[in-house]
Nanobody
């Protein structure tokens, strides 16, 4: 199991930017895919973005394409989510996730979760 710790959340006005970071407790090798989910108040957790185990492919929810960029540094055991042009609908708790297999968008397929970091975007 991989322990994950998110950081970088905060409050920002619409149009602003934030960079989320996720630190892994172990070296998430080339066999681990990682990603981000978010949960808005009263809503279910939804897939935001993911990066496949070989770091060769990425995926984004349609709602964040062109605004968010995911990246990882395996040597530093870190993953990042650069969020630009933020909108109020991006508000929620953002979770870092990991799985020892290929990237998937189904929330139930990710066994390892961080505690989450709050992102609040005001209009």
């Amino acid at each position: 199991q991989v322990q994950l710790v998110e950081s970088g959340g905060g409050s920002v006005q619409a149009g602003g930017s934030l960079r989320l970071s996720c630190a892994a407790s172990t070296r998430t090798s080339m066999t681990y895919s990682m990603g981000w989910f978010r949960q808005a108040p009263g809503k279910e957790r939804e897939f935001v973005s993911g990066i496949n185990y070989n770091a060769g492919s990425t995926a984004y929810a349609d709602s964040v394409k062109g605004r968010f960029t995911i990246s990882r540094d395996i040597a530093k055991k870190m993953m990042y989510l650069q969020m630009n042009s933020l909108k109020p609908e991006d508000t929620g708790v953002y979770y870092c996730v990991a799985r020892a297999s290929q990237l998937k968008s189904d929330v139930y397929l990710w066994p390892d979760w961080g505690q989450g970091t709050q992102v609040t975007v005001s209009s």
